[in-house]
């Protein structure tokens, strides 16, 4: 399994100003996901986040909204910038345990309101 | 098209009765996994199982069983004996071998009434 700690937990922020999101994994791990579940709805992946290399972004973002950084193989940062109401959704890290055991686990998410 | 498919968008039971949450995919790989996430208020995602598609075994943990049936993709899961903290919204996900991708479904909230 993997522990994950993600914070902040919640935050209020203004329309246009930038919010980092950070991701500490207990263990090392190749690969950490950025999911946005926005208000009653599923999770949609936002990017891939590789150690050593530009992360792989979904259809539909982009790394200037959501620039992503992986310095190492235990921590991540997403960052949600120039932020509108359209934002507001809760952000969650993950990991892959695998890939002989292939489960997906969850930090405890960021809630984010932008007024 | 859409891979995983919860029909049911919101559950309300009384406690102590049983409720079964519907999970339909889609995949055209051979090999895949499928997954059941529980995230309560909290917000929290919560691992519950995991499956391989060749294993067919339905598993039960406590009050928890799974019935996975691959003449039908169907991933059903249910909750025997529900209780209020089992309040909470269901996740079905489904992970192919090609790919790192996990395709969740729209995720079913139940309610257990007390």
């Known amino acids: 399994s993997a522990v994950i700690s993600q914070k902040p937990s919640r935050d209020i922020c203004q329309r246009g100003t930038s919010l980092t999101i950070q991701c500490q994994v207990d263990?090392?791990?190749?690969?950490m996901f950025w999911y946005r579940q926005q208000p009653g709805q599923s999770l949609t992946l936002i990017a891939t986040?590789?150690?050593?290399?530009?992360?792989?972004?979904e259809s539909g973002f982009v790394i200037d909204k959501f620039p992503i950084s992986r310095p190492n193989l235990t921590f991540s940062t997403l960052t949600v910038s120039n932020m509108s109401p359209e934002d507001s959704s809760i952000y969650l890290c993950?990991?892959?345990?695998?890939?002989?055991?292939?489960?997906?686990?969850f930090g405890s998410g960021t809630q984010l309101s932008v007024l | 098209a859409q891979k995983v498919t919860q029909a049911q968008t919101e559950i309300s039971v009384v406690e102590k009765e049983d409720v079964t949450l519907d999970c339909v995919y889609e995949?055209?790989?051979?090999?895949?996994?499928l997954f059941w996430y529980k995230q309560p208020p909290s917000g929290e995602l919560v691992f519950l199982i995991r499956?391989?598609?060749?294993?067919?075994q339905n598993e039960i943990s406590g009050r928890y069983s799974w019935n996975f049936q691959k003449s039908t993709s169907s991933f059903n899961f249910t909750i025997t004996a529900s209780q209020v903290v089992d309040s909470a919204v269901y996740f079905c996900?489904?992970?192919?071998?090609?790919?790192?991708?996990?395709?969740f479904g729209t995720g079913t909230s139940l309610t257990v009434i007390p």
């Open positions: 986040a590789n150690q050593g290399s530009e992360a792989t972004y």
């Open positions: 499956r391989n598609s060749f294993d067919e």
């Open positions: 996900a489904l992970k192919e071998r090609t790919g790192n991708q996990f395709y």
């Open positions: 995949t055209r790989d051979t090999t895949y996994y």
């Open positions: 263990s090392q791990v190749t690969m």
């Open positions: 993950s990991v892959e345990v695998g890939p002989s055991d292939e489960k997906l686990f």
